[in-house]
């Protein structure tokens, strides 16, 4: 049974940093892609960050571009998605994905794309 686990949420003022984390077992991040999600109350859930199963390719969104870095470490079967200058904006919560490719800079921007999810993990910027 796949399980990813979401961790490294909270509460920070704006500018302030937070690093999410998602581990997974059952399934191996290296066998695809890995998305991160987000999703603020009533609003749709939306992608925000991806990597390739060739680690060095990721994509971002606009909003967060230059800001969030997604990276992996396959040792240890983690994704981990580091959020600086945060904005309340940014308050969601946030969720990891993954999904099986047999292409190396693959990055979908679909949530129908992904196969595996996690549970999520609530990010909440104060102004």
């Known amino acids: 049974q796949v399980q990813l686990v979401e961790s490294g949420g909270g509460s920070v003022q704006a500018g302030g940093s937070l690093r999410l984390s998602c581990v997974a077992s059952?399934?191996?991040?290296?066998?695809?892609?890995v998305g991160w999600f987000r999703q603020a109350p009533g609003k749709e859930r939306g992608w925000v960050a991806g990597?390739?199963?060739?680690?060095?390719?990721?994509n971002y969104a606009d909003a967060v571009k230059g800001r969030f870095t997604i990276y992996r470490e396959n040792g240890k079967n983690t994704v981990y998605l580091q959020m600086n200058s945060l904005k309340p904006e940014d308050t969601a919560m946030y969720y990891c994905?993954?999904?099986?490719?047999?292409?190396?800079?693959?990055?979908?921007?679909?949530?129908?794309?992904?196969?595996?999810w996690g549970q999520g993990t609530q990010v909440t910027v104060s102004s």
């Open positions: 994905a993954a999904g099986r490719s047999e292409l190396v800079n693959e990055v979908p921007l679909s949530k129908g794309a992904y196969e595996y």
């Open positions: 059952g399934y191996t991040f290296s066998g695809g892609f």
């Open positions: 990597v390739a199963r060739f680690t060095y390719f990721t």
